[in-house]
């Protein structure tokens, strides 16, 4: 079955450097790839996604690459900051509305 | 514009027991999808609804669980007759349209004794 595989399930940075998580996915006709951070007792936040005809996306310290041949997709967070320390979850499409997360990993930004 | 709502935030039940949670959609939005989440996991996919359709039940266990989206109120999602692997995190997500972003609620803590 489809499944989305997302590594590491735990990373520890200092603050200021830089994050990176991984995922891959097995759909080959994904085609909706979204980033959700969730803290403590609250529900997945949306704070990037990408489609498929597109490789790289940014919002200000954040960004997505995606690598469809592949079927790779990364988070890379730069200037980590405190307030970034929560667990983080990708997901890609199956069909037109239905998402399959990865197991999430957990951000620790050291002060 | 306020997200999406969903209450009870936290809701105990014996097994055996009824569990009814509610989902308030975003403004505008007609879409419902909700999401069981255990502990350390991700989420899972349970059912699609728009108003007064069940849409894919796909992941939604057959027995004892069942989802609805009337044309007033709530979505709401039930488990009848709970054990204790139905404990969970679930959450309850809408979308102005299929094929659009998810923006998921604070998700309801169901926890069986």
């Known amino acids: 079955g489809e499944n989305v595989e997302q590594h590491p399930s735990t990373l520890s940075v200092q603050e200021g450097d830089s994050a990176v998580i991984k995922c891959t996915y097995s759909?080959?006709?994904?085609?909706?790839f979204p980033w959700y951070k969730q803290e403590l007792g609250k529900g997945p936040q949306l704070i990037i996604d990408?489609?498929?005809?597109?490789g790289e996306k940014k919002d200000q310290r954040i960004a997505v690459t995606l690598n469809k041949t592949a079927k790779h997709f990364s988070l890379h967070i730069t200037e980590t900051q405190p307030e970034d320390s929560a667990v983080y979850f990708c997901?890609?499409?199956?069909?037109?509305?239905?998402?399959?997360f990865g197991s999430g990993t957990r951000l620790l930004v050291r002060p | 514009n306020a997200g999406v709502m969903q209450n009870p935030r936290h809701l105990v039940r014996r097994r055996g027991q009824e569990a009814r949670l509610r989902c308030s959609p975003m403004k505008g939005h007609s879409h419902v999808y909700w999401y069981r989440q255990l502990p350390e996991e991700g989420l899972k996919f349970m059912v699609y609804l728009q108003k007064e359709n069940i849409i894919d039940e796909s992941g939604m266990p057959k027995e004892r669980f069942s989802a609805e989206f009337p044309k007033e109120g709530p979505s709401i999602l039930r488990i009848q007759q709970v054990v204790r692997g139905d404990s969970a995190a679930y959450f309850c997500a809408s979308s102005p349209s299929q094929d659009e972003k998810l923006f998921f609620g604070s998700g309801t803590q169901l926890s069986v004794l």
């Open positions: 990408i489609r498929s005809n597109v």
């Open positions: 997901a890609a499409s199956i069909g037109s509305y239905k998402l399959i």
């Open positions: 759909d080959s006709a994904s085609n909706y």
